[in-house]
């Protein structure tokens, strides 16, 4: 039965809870992709996905195993350029310059859109010097102003006061969570305009992941969030709009995460959302 029919929601979204103050404005586009395959070797991984990620909008990525969910985040900030099998075709735009034009620098672009990955993966150096060490790369590196700015990225990470007293320890001594949110503080420290997490809680608790759920509503206030996870409860939760994938790398439907939800246009997004695969 169709859930227009029984007009019941397949999952409950949260989204209503978040759409205030920035979030409110009308969407303009950050990032475009257009007719974008990826490849490795002559495996096609990402099949003609043209889309849209609104600008302050959390952005879920959502789809089986294998779908290409991954892929496609690591192509907004090529992350794929190190990946010697890869390569694509088509074209990727971030605020309307295709990313793959020979004068983007891609470590300068990854300033512009961090990521954060699975695994929390500080670097073994003190908490203080994580969030400096994009700030160092960028040459910004007179002491107060670094203060300042570590501070602030501690403080939009929601860690600042859990370890302003030992801002010299190792960053590898903090919990999961907090690692998470150090990463998270990193990637913030040289002011990017996108954030992509990919799959950011799935290795944490579920205090740990509530804490960076409630953290991914507040970012979204200022930048652009794109997140990939396997959690369909979690997209629900905190994205604003939600990208389908299914096998073979196709996007299928890409909406407001409530429409995706509650009310999905493809039959195959339905079956999928309820649980009939994947
Ligand atoms: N480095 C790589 N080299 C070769 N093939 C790869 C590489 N990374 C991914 N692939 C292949 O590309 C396809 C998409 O993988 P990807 O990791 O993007 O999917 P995903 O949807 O993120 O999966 P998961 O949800 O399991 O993390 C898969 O068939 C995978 O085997």
Redesign the pocket.
């Known amino acids: 039965m169709s859930t227009e029919q029984n007009n019941e929601p397949i999952i409950k979204t949260g989204v209503q809870n978040v759409a205030i103050g920035a979030r409110d404005r009308p969407d303009e586009t950050v990032l475009e992709a257009t007719n974008l395959d990826v490849y490795?070797?002559d495996?096609r991984?990402?099949d003609d996905v043209s889309i849209e990620i609104p600008e302050t909008k959390v952005t879920a990525m959502i789809?089986?195993?294998?779908?290409?969910?991954?892929?496609?985040?690591?192509s907004i900030n090529r992350m794929n350029d190190q990946?010697d099998?890869?390569r694509i075709d088509g074209d990727l735009y971030f605020q309307g310059k295709n990313v793959y034009d020979e004068d983007v620098d891609p470590v300068a672009l990854r300033r512009k859109i961090g990521m954060v990955f699975q695994k929390p993966n500080p670097f073994p150096k003190s908490i203080h010097d994580n969030v400096a060490y994009g700030l160092r790369v960028q040459g910004k590196d007179d002491d107060v102003n670094l203060d300042e700015a570590v501070e602030r990225a501690l403080r939009a990470a929601a860690l600042w006061d859990e370890v302003k007293d030992k801002l010299d320890s190792s960053g590898l001594d903090l919990s999961g969570g907090q690692q998470q949110r150090l990463c998270i503080a990193r990637a913030i420290a040289p002011d990017p305009e996108v954030l992509l997490m990919?799959?950011p809680a799935s290795a944490l608790d579920p205090i740990a992941t509530s804490k960076i759920e409630d953290l991914i509503a507040d970012l979204a206030e200022e930048y652009t969030v794109v997140i990939?996870t396997?959690n369909m409860q979690q997209a629900a939760r905190i994205s604003d709009k939600t990208a389908v994938?299914l096998t073979g790398?196709e996007l299928v439907e890409f909406d407001d995460t409530t429409t995706i939800f509650e009310n999905p246009d493809d039959n195959r997004v339905e079956d999928y959302i309820t649980g009939k695969f994947g």
């Open positions: 490795y070797g495996e991984a990402i789809g089986p195993s294998g779908c290409g969910k991954s892929t496609f985040l690591r990946i099998a890869a990919d799959e990939v396997h994938f790398g």
